[in-house]
């Protein structure tokens, strides 16, 4: 099992989580519970009630809708991230490759925990408007910005 600083490094490279600030990370890692999945596993299908993110502890998982290939999430990598934000099901399904643990975080621990941390909540949105400009930026390149 990681211990709560072995979870903070990993969602402190999280894009969402970019701008919180190190120690309010633990308070994050509080709530991350591990979990382990097989080959084959699947994780969640599309339509799915998003209810969680994950971060790629070590493993595969294929993010996919039906056949089509999305991307594949590496050691590292979060998947389903939109959960934490939005009501909205599952767009993609995610089925294990290799053997899998991973870290989830759960949308309503999530919520609740933003609701009595200002830190955390600055941080997320800091990030998400960093995002959000990134986007505008490229595809608005080359004209006015707002």
């Avoid at 996919?64 to 594949?72: A, E, F, K």
């Avoid at 009501?87 to 089925?95: F, G, K, L, N, Q």
């Amino acid at each position: 099992m990681l211990t709560v600083v072995e979870k903070v490094i990993f969602l402190q490279d999280v894009d969402v989580f970019s701008e919180v600030p190190t120690e309010q990370l633990a308070y994050l890692a509080a709530i991350a519970e591990e979990e382990t999945f097989s080959q084959g596993e699947i994780i969640y299908r599309e339509q799915d009630p998003a209810e969680a993110m994950y971060l790629v502890v070590e493993g595969k998982v294929r993010l996919h809708r039906g056949s089509l290939d999305i991307t594949v999430a590496d050691p590292g990598d979060p998947f389903g991230t939109w959960a934490l934000f939005d009501d909205e099901p599952r767009v993609s399904a995610a089925t294990v490759l290799e053997e899998a643990r991973l870290l989830r975080l759960n949308k309503e621990e999530f919520v609740d925990l933003l609701a009595d941390n200002v830190g955390i909540t600055q941080g997320v949105l800091k990030a998400l408007v960093k995002r959000m400009r990134g986007l505008v930026g490229r595809v608005g390149a080359g004209s006015t910005q707002a």
